[in-house]
C-alpha cells in the first residue's frame, strides 16, 4: 500500500470512530417518551340535568338484583369494584361480566379497599396491578376510571394513576352515607329528596352519587326508589362517563 492509500485508510477510520462515538440527538434515535398526565380528580358531572348513581365495593351478593332494576328502567349506572372486600370479584365473576354486557361503566376501586394516600408506592401500585390482572382475565380489559377509596388522593397518587393511563379519579358530590345507616334507606333516601327538589338544579352541571351496592337495602330497596325520583324530576340516569361528555371508548384499555 503506497503511503498516501495508508494516508487516507487512517483518516477513513478516524472519522468513522468520530462519528460513531458522537452524542446522538433524540430527533436521530427515534420519538423520545413522553410521559403521561396526571389523572384529572373530578367530583361532579359536567352536562346538566344528569345524574350518576355509583356502587362502590362489589361485586357481591346483590349485584344480579340491582342489575335487574337497573334495566327494568332502562338506566345505567357505574360500578366502582374490589378484588377482594366483602367479597372476592372471581368468585363474581358472572356478575362482573354481567355489569360489563349491559352497559354499565366499571371502575377501578383497589383490590382490598386501602388508602393509597397511607401505602408505599410498591404497595399502592400492587393495589391497583392486582385488580387490573383480575379485570384484564374477566372481561379482556381494564378500567380508564378509577375511584380512590375514602375519596382519598394526592398528588402522587394521581401522578401514578396518569402512567397507568387512567384518565379520571372520580371522588362524589353527594354521599348517601348509606355506609353509616345500613338497614335504614329512608335516610339515604332523603339525601336525595334535598339534591333534586331543587327545581333550578336541572339546569346546572349535574350529580355524582355514592352509595353502596354491598348494601342489601341499598341495592334493592333505596336504589329503585333514587331511580325513580331523579326520573320523576327530569333527569337522566346515566353512568360517570356519560355525564362527562366522555365516549364509552374511552373508559377502558387493553
Known amino acids: 500500500?503506497?503511503?498516501?492509500?495508508?494516508?487516507?485508510?487512517?483518516?477513513?477510520?478516524?472519522?468513522t470512530a468520530f462519528v460513531c462515538a458522537a452524542?446522538?440527538?433524540?430527533?436521530?434515535?427515534g420519538p423520545s417518551l413522553q410521559k403521561r398526565s396526571a389523572a384529572n380528580v373530578i367530583y361532579q358531572c359536567t352536562i346538566p340535568g344528569t345524574i350518576a348513581i355509583t356502587f362502590d365495593d362489589g361485586p357481591f351478593l346483590y349485584t344480579n338484583g340491582l342489575l335487574d332494576i337497573l334495566k327494568s328502567r332502562n338506566v345505567k349506572a357505574t360500578f366502582f369494584m374490589n378484588g377482594q372486600n366483602y367479597g372476592n370479584i372471581n368468585d363474581f365473576a358472572a356478575s362482573v361480566k354481567r355489569v360489563y354486557d349491559e352497559g354499565h361503566q366499571i371502575g377501578h376501586h383497589t383490590w382490598d379497599h386501602q388508602d393509597l394516600t397511607a401505602l408505599s408506592s410498591a404497595d399502592a401500585l400492587a393495589e391497583m396491578t392486582k385488580l387490573e390482572d383480575a379485570f384484564k382475565n374477566i372481561l379482556g380489559v381494564r378500567p380508564r376510571y378509577m375511584r380512590p377509596p375514602f375519596g382519598s388522593v394526592n398528588a402522587a397518587v394521581l401522578e401514578m394513576l396518569g402512567e397507568r393511563n387512567y384518565t379520571t379519579a372520580v371522588v362524589w358530590d353527594t354521599d348517601t352515607m348509606d355506609w353509616s345507616h345500613p338497614t335504614d334507606f329512608q335516610a339515604s333516601y332523603s339525601v336525595y329528596e334535598s339534591l333534586l327538589n331543587n327545581t333550578d338544579g336541572i339546569n346546572q352541571p349535574g350529580h355524582i352519587v355514592l352509595e353502596h351496592e354491598v348494601n342489601q337495602v341499598t341495592a334493592l330497596q333505596l336504589a329503585p326508589m333514587a331511580i325513580d325520583l331523579a326520573l320523576i324530576k327530569g333527569y337522566k340516569v346515566v353512568t360517570v362517563g356519560e355525564c362527562l361528555g366522555d365516549p364509552q371508548a374511552n373508559w377502558y384499555t387493553v
Not at 500500500?1 to 472519522?15: E, G, H, I, K
Not at 452524542?23 to 434515535?29: A, E, L, N, T, Y
Open 23 to 29: 452524542p446522538v440527538s433524540p430527533s436521530q434515535s
Open 1 to 15: 500500500m503506497s503511503p498516501f492509500s495508508r494516508l487516507a485508510l487512517v483518516a477513513t477510520l478516524f472519522a
